[in-house]
């Protein structure tokens, strides 16, 4: 990127891709994440985690940009970031809050309903105790508590992952989607990562406008659920699973694959971008 009136934006996965898949360490990513806040680009989180996941990850990483919560179930922005929210924002604890997924009680429902059509166990977070969650995730019990407080998307497992086509069948004919995480399948409403990096990116675009600059969108991943987000910026990245390996399914025009696993590549493609630019 030669541009230099344009402003970035990095938008980013966290499990596994910004955060590490066993330990959710970001110490890797430090030199990048300081060098993104000398450039003073703006660092936008999307995740399948929960708000009440999200909000500590922020204040360990300092982080005061935008965020997208249970795989774009909701866009929180800071009400100082835009003058004006959109007609759809509220605007509670200095946020604008564009909500776009279905809500959570509505997706429980729809997952026992599929359960009993297809005459398979599926248990979803809300089956589970936060032990048993925290065992899933190898989370601390503390932290399994919050990844359960879900708002607008409802992780599951299934006991045979062959089943999954037939799931995501009966969930399209109900009106929502399934994909697929770095740990579980998840089932959510119309939207995904996408939708709301998409929401966020107009609203940057409009804002830049006035003063002529171009906005510049970076987006970077591991997993096919990120595939919506990187699908709607200028340079998607795909770093490495745990195993080293690039997710197979993810294909797209002008792919990086960044050299490392999870916050290594992160940093290493980060910072190349950085020096590029």
């Known amino acids: 990127m030669s541009d230099v009136s344009s402003f970035m934006i990095i938008i980013s996965d966290l499990d596994g891709t910004l955060l590490?898949?066993?330990?959710y360490s970001y110490t890797a990513a430090t030199d990048a994440l300081e060098a993104l806040k000398k450039k003073n680009a703006c660092l936008v989180l999307a995740s399948s985690k929960t708000r009440a996941e999200?909000?500590?990850?922020r204040e360990r990483l300092g982080h005061r940009g935008p965020f997208i919560v249970e795989n774009g179930g909701a866009l929180f922005v800071p009400s100082s970031?835009?003058?004006?929210?959109?007609?759809?924002?509220m605007a509670p604890d200095g946020y604008e809050i564009v909500q776009l997924g279905m809500p959570y009680s509505r997706l429980r429902t729809?997952?026992?309903?599929i359960a009993a059509v297809l005459n398979i166990e599926i248990q979803g977070f809300g089956d589970l105790s936060i032990e048993q969650v925290a065992k899933l995730t190898e989370?601390?019990?503390?932290?399994?508590?919050?990844?359960?407080?879900?708002?607008?998307?409802?992780?599951?497992?299934?006991g045979d992952d062959a089943l999954i086509k037939s799931v995501c069948r009966e969930a399209a004919a109900r009106g929502l989607t399934c994909t697929r995480g770095g740990r579980f399948y998840h089932l959510l409403g119309p939207n995904d990562k996408?939708?709301?990096?998409?929401?966020?990116?107009?609203?940057?675009?409009?804002?830049?406008?006035?003063?002529q600059r171009r906005l510049?969108?970076?987006?970077?991943?591991?997993?096919a659920n990120d595939v919506p987000m990187l699908a709607t910026v200028d340079q998607p990245i795909l770093v490495q699973r745990a195993d080293g390996s690039y997710d197979p399914t993810v294909h797209m025009p002008n792919l990086i694959h960044a050299p490392g696993i999870g916050p290594v590549g992160w940093n290493a493609a980060i910072l190349n971008i950085l020096k590029d630019e």
Do not use: N, W
Request: aromatic share 8%; with cysteine; hydrophobic share 40%.
């Open 20 to 23: 590490d898949a066993s330990t």
């Open 54 to 57: 999200l909000e500590p990850i």
């Open 81 to 89: 970031i835009f003058s004006t929210p959109p007609a759809s924002a």
């Open 110 to 113: 729809a997952l026992k309903e």
């Open 139 to 158: 989370l601390t019990h503390d932290k399994a508590m919050l990844a359960k407080q879900r708002e607008y998307d409802e992780p599951f497992v299934l």
């Open 194 to 211: 996408g939708t709301a990096c998409r929401v966020l990116l107009q609203r940057f675009r409009r804002r830049l406008a006035a003063s």
């Open 216 to 223: 510049y969108a970076v987006g970077i991943g591991d997993s």
